[in-house]
């Protein structure tokens, strides 16, 4: 090969080495750029993830507060309903307490069974328990006013028994004997009739009715004869003959 052939090989060498070199360059740099594009896209992706989470964080949090509100809110209602529950079962006894105070009660006294309303054996009972302590004077006026008040109530004829014996204690002889015959025409088969039926006798014989006293013996022997007045009124008969 001659001198001149090697020449132009190698002046077309020399133009082909840059331009090859060239080519290559501008593949790395747009290789880089997308490279670069790709990792700025999922830096962009990464923060939008971490903003997201971030968000998602917020929200879980608030909703927290939110369920420890709500649970808070849970307890203080469920504290108000037991609390109004227990005032309503309160209410409730005391209203109970309150009509039994005024529901009728069973009674059974000096042989006899009735109903009787609360106030009625409160009643008789205060003025019992002052004749028992001896304050007959206040036993009079509390029997006396019982049976003006219950004129009706199944406590009145041991009402009048009693009334009767507060009046004897008090030398009221007459008010004595008109009780006790109320309560013998009202209750003949009391308990306590045959002890009337002996008191009015010593009410007569208080009074010098000798021929009075006499008959209401007579006729207590008659008609309670098993009872322990009739033997009592038995021995007064044989005294007065």
Known sequence: MNVRALAVIGLCTAFVHPAYAFLEDAEARRAILELRQRFDS???????????????????????REMAQLNGAKEQLEREVSEIQRRQKDLAAGVDDRLRK??????QLDGLEFTADPAEKRDFDAALEKFRAGEFAEARKTFASF????PSSGYVPSARFWLGNTQYAGRDYKEAIANFRSMLKAAPQHARAADAALSIANCQLELKDTKGAVKTLQDLVKDYPASEAASTAKERLQRLK
């Open 102 to 107: 005024f529901e009728p009660v069973r009674v």
């Open 147 to 150: 049976v003006n008040t219950y």
């Open 42 to 64: 999922s830096a962009e992706e990464a923060a939008q993830m971490r903003r997201g989470m971030l968000d998602l964080q917020s929200q879980i949090e608030s909703m927290r």
